[in-house]
């Protein structure tokens, strides 16, 4: 099985400042990795898929990338509403694990 | 508007029985895969349960497997869980969520792009 680890586990950002978050595969995963975010008492929300693609309505400050197993997220200016919690997820092989997740809070 | 709706979720007792249900809307239910995936109290997601549009390809986690039983009624536009022989440790928020498969470059790409508001399962004495 595919492990998934996410650094770092907390991530103090102020508004307005770029945050970069990591996500690493145990072995390669291709492009299949997804990113979610959620905020508490919430559902998760698809952000990114195909590691780089942006889903429907997601704003253009969140991006991804890699491949293989090191992936990034990016949200190049924080607003208010992007503290939150991040999960990455591998879709390559079964099971679909979720990393552990990086808190981002406000500095 | 795609809308998941969970329902059946409450306290039980170790060792008992939930029936998990999650009614979906605004999307044709039989075209699409669906997970069930649980948050434990201040934890991380977890992946559960995989069924396929037609029902006739399953994956459970191995934490669950032989104790749940995922199932759909494409008619009725609904995904169940049947959670059997329940354990504290399975004590949870339970989502289902929609698979979306993506065409990619070599392939396809999944992603879980619609989920539910999540029922909450608690297991306890």
């Known amino acids: 099985e595919i492990v998934m680890t996410q650094s770092p586990a907390t991530l103090s950002v102020s508004p307005g400042e770029r945050a970069t978050l990591s996500c690493r595969a145990s072995q390669s995963v291709s492009s299949n990795l997804a990113w979610y975010q959620q905020k508490p008492g919430q559902a998760p929300r698809l952000l990114i898929y195909g590691a780089s693609t942006r889903a429907t309505g997601i704003p253009a400050r969140f991006s991804g990338s890699g491949s293989g197993t090191e992936f990034t997220l990016t949200i190049s200016s924080l607003q208010s509403e992007d503290f939150a919690v991040y999960y990455c997820?591998?879709?390559?092989?079964?099971?679909?694990?979720f990393g552990p997740g990086t808190k981002v809070d406000i500095k | 508007e795609v809308q998941l709706v969970e329902s059946g979720g409450g306290l039980v007792q170790p060792g008992g029985s939930l029936r998990l249900s999650c009614a979906a809307s605004g999307f044709t239910f039989s075209s699409y895969e669906m997970n069930w995936v649980r948050q434990a109290p201040g934890k991380g997601l977890e992946w559960v349960s995989y069924?396929?549009?037609?029902?006739?390809?399953?994956y459970y986690a191995d934490s669950v497997k032989g104790r749940f039983t995922i199932s759909r009624d494409n008619a009725k536009n609904s995904l169940y869980l049947q959670m059997n022989s329940l354990r504290a440790e399975d004590t949870a928020v339970y989502y289902c969520?929609?698979?979306?498969?993506?065409?990619?470059?070599?392939?396809?790409?999944?992603?879980?792009?619609?989920w539910g508001q999540g029922t909450l399962v608690t297991v306890s004495s």
């Open positions: 997820q591998q879709y390559n092989n079964w099971p679909p694990r």
């Open positions: 969520a929609r698979v979306a498969p993506t065409p990619g470059s070599s392939g396809y790409y999944y992603s879980d792009d619609y």
């Open positions: 069924i396929s549009s037609s029902g006739s390809t399953i």
